[in-house]
């Protein structure tokens, strides 16, 4: 079992630029079902993937790949078309705000925005917009999410995932890479890994993942890895001290940021003495959470926790 | 990125909302000459010489070169005297002001160089109170914060008397309701003419946050006048910086020397770069992994020099950049270069290292962990390179390498 996305998971692309393109190729390699894009310029045509197969993901297949994705001019004619459950969105910040408000009106189980740069208050109105759909936002400014050697939606290298028993849940890509690197070396392995983004509105939160892992009968543990900025954390301890009785292990990065200062993720910032590093720790210890002291140690932490 | 406050007044008068009559000055001539047309407009013979940083606390704030002197001053002498005592006074007041070192509770010890007045008419204040619009993240909207406690800090307000703060949130495809702007006038005490100004001056700041991108729009105070008028005594704005890219106007007001050339450098280049007080450098991919970095340094007994997050993709160029910043540094005693890569490939950035060293030299020791893609090769570009390079396990295993080798 997973959570959010498995082999089933039928994929499409918003923005097939030059990132999203050499993404849905690793994708594809990896063996994510991709099923089509949008680009209402190009509606019609298709756009052909070939490669060698990225072995570390979905087992089975030949060495080499070849695919030609269907193009069509909006979400709900590739939703029609191909069945697809999940879109993926690479497209420029003017413009990703809306394309996931049209993943939303179209039905989709899940949009995954991985768009840096989003201006906040896009954000704020596709958020409402997103609050009575069905549609579920994982992102912005995210690196996506996995299941490993079933599903990969997202920018995060694949090969150093393996499936096992650990979820994983992080507002920062790199520090989810030194997690998931550091599960797969002591051999815990992980369920899905999920990046909610390092932007101040997000779709879904630290609590929503947890939830998800909390209901999910192959994960046994989770790892939670934030950062200086916001409350998102503190309701997540608060969380996982009334709901979870799985294990919980966690790092806070910005210890040592100086307040005032926005530390490259737009959320990442202490503002009034609001969202510093030292309070969260504190809720986490508080929740029973066994906080890492430095991310070296986060595999170490989750081992502890599993006792 | 932040405005002065002469310049969110200037945002907020074009919507309509209130704020007291006021004229730029850069020299002492030009804040005399403001004096007697602020005057006659606004019957007042008080007016207010504030200096213009983006720092706040001005008023409790110094000069280091004239202790006697704050950052806000208010000129009475003209109640007696007349226009031309003003005038004096205010020529005065800001020979000494412009040009010196501004030292208040946010600026430092350093202090702020003072280039900028805001000569602002007086006004005659009945009540002050607090009103700001921001984001609330919990809920992913903007908010409106109002309180009876003008003057203060807010951070303040909400520890020691949080009854008294006011909130209420806005809708997006609404704005803010009329009834919420009502509840929020009786919550303050309002009546009668200053409970209908303000109401505009609410609504109008809201639909304002939204329009023009606002991280933040804080007025501290809010002052009521006797006659019921709703103004702006003072005005902070600070702007989504992915957001300006459609406010050329508002970009326009950016002030670079309010900020570390560094760091525009390094913005310039697409890296983000904090500059920071201790003696190890750093250079990493993620904006989470270099903020990890810095923490793991003072972990092990460090402390970081700067943030530096060179970002998913960089090239050779940008590493090169990057590393040119932090050689440049003259506290800088070690680097550290910590690269988890996943787009990023370990083989790019070596070559990126080998190729800054080779430009620009290397005066300290350098650390460099890497993991993720084509590690290996990335080992055998630096190991080739004859650099002086110690390579380390994992980040802590690099942290505490350098802090060691910086001693």
Same mark, same amino acid.
């Given at each position: 079992m997973s959570i959010l996305v498995d082999q089933e998971t039928r994929v499409i692309i918003q923005g097939l630029g030059s990132t999203g393109r050499f993404h849905t190729e690793k994708a594809i390699a990896y063996g994510t079902r991709m099923v089509g894009a949008v680009h209402p310029s190009r509606a019609g045509t298709t756009e052909v993937f070939e490669g060698e197969t990225? !072995?570390?993901?979905? $087992?089975? =297949?030949?060495?080499t790949y070849s695919v030609e994705l269907p193009i069509f001019a909006s979400v709900a004619e590739a939703v029609e078309a191909t069945g697809a459950t999940a879109s993926v969105v690479y497209v420029p910040p003017p413009f990703a705000a809306d394309a996931i408000m049209e993943a939303g009106h179209s039905g989709l189980d899940l949009v995954v925005a991985i768009t840096e740069g989003i201006p906040v208050g896009d954000m704020v109105v596709a958020k409402r917009y997103l609050a009575d759909k069905v549609t579920r936002l994982i992102g912005p400014n995210c690196p996506g999410v996995i299941t490993p050697r079933q599903c990969k939606i997202g920018i995060m290298p694949g090969y150093i995932h393996q499936p096992g028993k650990i979820g994983v849940v992080s507002r920062s890509g790199t520090l989810t890479y030194e997690a998931v690197h550091q599960l797969t070396r002591l051999g815990l392995g992980q369920t899905t890994a999920v990046g909610i983004g390092g932007d101040p509105v997000n779709g879904t939160n630290f609590v929503d993942v947890l939830r998800l892992f909390h209901e999910d009968?192959? &994960?046994?543990g989770v790892i939670m890895i934030g950062e200086i900025g916001g409350t998102a954390e503190e309701e997540a301890a608060e969380f996982v001290a009334r709901h979870m009785d799985k294990p919980v292990a966690g790092f806070i990065a910005g210890t040592t940021a100086p307040p005032?200062? =926005?530390?490259? !993720?737009?959320? @990442?910032i202490v503002s009034g003495g609001k969202g510093t590093a030292g309070a969260k720790i504190a809720a986490m210890e508080e929740a029973g959470i066994v906080v @890492? $002291? &430095? $991310? &070296?140690d986060m595999g170490s932490a989750m081992v502890e926790a599993l006792g | 990125m932040k405005i002065h406050e002469y310049q969110a007044k200037e945002l907020m008068a074009a919507r309509g909302i209130a704020v007291p009559q006021g004229r730029v000055a850069t020299t002492a001539d030009e804040a005399a000459a403001a004096v007697r047309s602020l005057v006659e407009a606004s019957g007042n013979p008080v007016v207010v010489v504030k200096s213009q940083i983006h720092a706040g606390g001005r008023g409790k704030g110094t000069f280091r070169e004239h202790p006697d002197v704050s950052g806000v001053e208010v000129v009475t002498s003209g109640i007696d005297g007349g226009v031309e005592a003003t005038e004096s006074a205010v020529r005065e007041l800001a020979a000494a002001m412009l040009g010196s070192t501004l030292v208040t509770i946010q600026t430092g010890e350093e202090g702020k160089q003072v280039s900028r007045l805001y000569i602002e008419q007086g006004i005659d204040i009945a009540r002050e109170l607090y009103l700001s619009v921001l984001l609330d993240r919990a809920q992913g909207r903007n908010i409106v914060m109002a309180s009876t406690e003008g003057g203060m800090e807010i951070e303040k307000v909400a520890e020691e008397t949080p009854e008294k703060i006011l909130r209420h949130t806005i809708d997006p495809a609404i704005g803010l309701a009329d009834f919420q702007a009502a509840a929020i006038a009786r919550g303050l005490g309002l009546e009668g003419t200053a409970a209908k100004n303000f109401l505009g001056f609410v609504k109008a700041l809201a639909d304002g946050a939204a329009e023009w991108d606002t991280d933040l729009i804080e007025i501290n105070p809010l002052v009521v006048t006797a006659d019921g008028e709703v103004m702006a005594l003072d005005g902070k704005m600070a702007f989504d910086d992915n957001a300006l890219y459609r406010h050329p106007d508002i970009a326009d007001m950016r002030d670079e020397s309010e900020e570390d050339p560094a760091e525009l450098e390094a913005k310039s280049a697409g890296l983000s770069y904090i500059n920071l007080d201790g003696n190890i450098g750093c250079l990493v991919n993620g904006a989470g992994l270099a903020m990890a970095t810095m923490d793991t340094i003072k972990h092990v007994g460090g402390e970081p020099a700067n943030f530096l997050d060179v970002g998913g993709g960089a090239s050779a160029e940008q590493v090169a950049t990057a590393f040119g910043i932090i050689t440049r540094d003259p506290k800088v005693k070690g680097i550290f270069v910590n690269i988890f890569g996943g787009i990023m490939r370990c083989d790019v950035l070596a070559t990126g290292i080998v190729d800054a060293v080779q430009q620009v030299g290397l005066e300290v020791p350098l650390v460099v962990r890497l993991e993720g893609t084509n590690v290996e090769e990335g080992k055998a570009i630096i190991r080739q390179s004859d650099l002086d390079v110690v390579a380390a396990d994992d980040m802590k295993d690099g942290a505490a390498k350098i802090v060691e080798l910086a001693r």
């Open positions: 990225d !072995h570390s993901g979905v $087992p089975g =297949r030949d060495d009968d192959d &994960t046994e005032g200062k =926005r530390m490259g !993720h737009a959320g @990442a @890492a $002291p &430095t $991310p &070296t | -």
